[in-house]
């Protein structure tokens, strides 16, 4: 819990308190798993994508649709529990994950190239950011 306190000149003051969560490699791997999921639920579902988070005002292209399902079941590899203990991978089969890792920055690389795909840059480049920070906390422990 981090809790603020502002006091101005005047002596007013306000105070707010929030909750920080710190995410493990595992756990952001679930978090981005979840979104990507829900924006390929939004592309395969909607008829009328305006308006929806992370997604340009037209019609998704398939294409954006294949490159999610081929990232997510890379992610699906990577988050095997047989490769997993606590934050670390185990050593024999490791670097399955990081295959996996790559296998998923891959396909999100692509949706950046392609100039026909509707979900926006900004969303995928945060998520294969994310990607590469895991591969290295991963690398470093």
Known sequence: MVKCTATGVSGLGAQCS???????PNGTLVQLQTEMAALLNELTNAPALSGVQGIAPAVAGPQDCEHLERALAHLDQALSSAWWWMRHIWFQGGHLVFEAVKGTIQELL????????????????DW??????VARLLAGD
């Not at 294969?128 to 920070?133: E, H, I, P, S």
Request: aromatic residues 4%; without cysteine; proline residues 0%.
């Open 18 to 24: 929030f909750t920080v969560t710190v995410l493990g």
């Open 128 to 133: 294969v950011d994310r990607l590469v920070k």
């Open 110 to 125: 692509a949706m950046l190239k392609d100039n026909a795909s509707q979900v926006e840059d900004m969303v995928v480049q």
